[in-house]
């Protein structure tokens, strides 16, 4: 995929939210969410992010396309050029490039709206259709998603889970982007759905030329889609690599422990586990030094005082780990 070019480049990305008030007239104190996040995407490939729920996955995939009012420092670059410096009405013109699809397939729908009127609304913000063009177009979009043309009139009530990811997937390509955020897009759904919108999303980016990044805590399904995988922990990107390299040959203990977790498909077959002490901490008291270091079950007392950087295993520049075991 690299021979590709990079589409999205990010460079020490941190997002903070508003805490609680220090006293009476004490002002907010900001919760870093993302810490100093920075990788690349290459065009026409999908890139995994996996890690515990509450690590700032979501939060950083909402980040690169300003869902939401978190304050976002660093720097994010489409296609070359630098966007997070621009204004918000220059930035509405990016969003027929970078798309995406929520972890909720009902939630994410206007109950009030049917299929027609929801994609229709999309075609009329952006200027790209209207009227009976607008039409073909969303008929187009079922059909390509797998849905019936008759859905035109159907309100987000009368579909089953599967149905309506599949109308948030047509919504999210029907502006052609060249860029989407898959924000946990088969959590929700049934084991066998899952494999059908996961089939889906691989022909789609296949056909349309999409690039992804591929947000999930699934393993196995992060496994089959992706090219490049992320690991990430309170904030940080710990490990990165080819999916295959990743999965054959982890290095961060954080990502050997959540393989160790992947159910092993032969019958009888063992594994062993790699059991974790205590639960993920939040952002108001991330441990100093490597921030896994009380959960690590390899920690030296180095690991106590000192942060290690992502940098590149051996001469391998597309294997990053970010660990003092290699420093």
Known sequence: MKDQGVLLSVSDLRVYFPGRKRGIMGKPLPIQV???VSFDVY???TLGLVGESGCGKTTLGRALIRLGHPVVTGKIAFQGQEIS?????EFRTL???MQMIFQDPFGSLNPRL???QMLGEVLLIHGIARGKVARKRIEELLDVVGLNREYFNRYPHEFSGGQRQRIGIARAIAVNPKFIICDEPVSALDVSIQSQIINLLKDLQRDLGLTYLFIAHDLSVVEYISDRVAVMYLGKIVEI????????NPKHPYTRALLSAIPNPEPGGKKERIL???DLPGPLHIPSGCSFHPRCPVAMAECRNREPKLQKYNSNNVHQVSCLLYE
């Open 43 to 45: 065009q026409g490939e």
């Open 241 to 248: 690599a080819d999916s295959t390299e990743l999965y054959a």
């Open 34 to 36: 993302v810490n100093g």
């Open 276 to 278: 974790l002490n205590g």
């Open 85 to 89: 410096g621009i204004g918000n009405r």
């Open 114 to 116: 049917t299929v027609g």
């Open 95 to 97: 969003r027929k490039e």
